[in-house]
């Protein structure tokens, strides 16, 4: 069965609702028998399920706030890779670790280090190839998150652009640099003790994202729990008192009319 849209359980919600006030208006005649549609169990019900909706949209609010400052973080930092290659540049660094610095630099900024041969498979640069480069720009990823860097169906994807890569190829420039005589800058924001404290702000953001994202899904199942559990969920209980209603009065009657207006979509 195909899930349901946040549209979908907003609109049951909100049907329950009217449901309780028309329940209401039948006064006397409204007298079940089966203690879960009783009109107080209805209203108590409703409450926890608003409360739940709360509960989701504070969480939702929150992870999107996480993943705007983490998006803001990587941002701010993806011409750093390129900063430091420069510093290595202009000083007299030794040509192989000067290519371990561009290989990693390349990485960050998502651009390939070989070439594809015709079967798709990776030509590295040890080979004596010149690299194809597939991407120029460290592109912050959507707001709904992946974790990954979108896949080109045509060609085995090597950007390389998940947080998580991009994260541990900066911790592995940074291991360069630390133990690299020739990397020195008066740069205060290149230097080793600044990129350390960067690099950690990166890696915090990223498991907040990862504690945030759980909270939301507990938050999400907590909802439709209430909304959709066999039996006992809200929209299961709609169902039962609009069969009460009509056997109470009848098809034909305006009250049971007014209450079949109102839909209940299961999950």
Known sequence: MATQNETGHVRNLANFSRLIDLCTLFAQRYNPINPNIQLSVLQQQ????????????????????????RQDAFSSAENLPTRILSVFKSND????????????????????????????????????????DTELNL????????????????????????????????NQLLSVIQTAPTYLTNETDLQISTLQNTVDNLFRLNQNISNAEYQLQEQRNLRNQNLYAPNTGLVNIALMVKEYIKSVFGTKSTEYKSIA???FTRK
């Open 261 to 263: 207006a109102l839909r």
């Open 93 to 132: 660094t030794n040509p192989k670790l000067l290519k371990i610095v561009q290989n990693l630099t390349k990485k960050l900024r998502g651009q390939r280090i070989g070439k594809l041969t015709n079967d798709n498979k990776e030509t590295t640069e040890d080979n004596n190839t010149k690299p194809t």
């Open 46 to 69: 409703y409450q926890t399920a608003q409360q739940q909706f709360t509960n989701f949209n504070n969480a939702k609010t929150n992870y999107q706030t996480i993943v705007i400052t």
């Open 139 to 170: 592109t912050v990823l959507p707001l709904i998150d992946s974790n990954l860097a979108p896949v080109d169906n045509k060609t085995r994807s090597v950007s390389q652009r998940s947080y998580d890569q991009r994260i541990n190829h900066f």
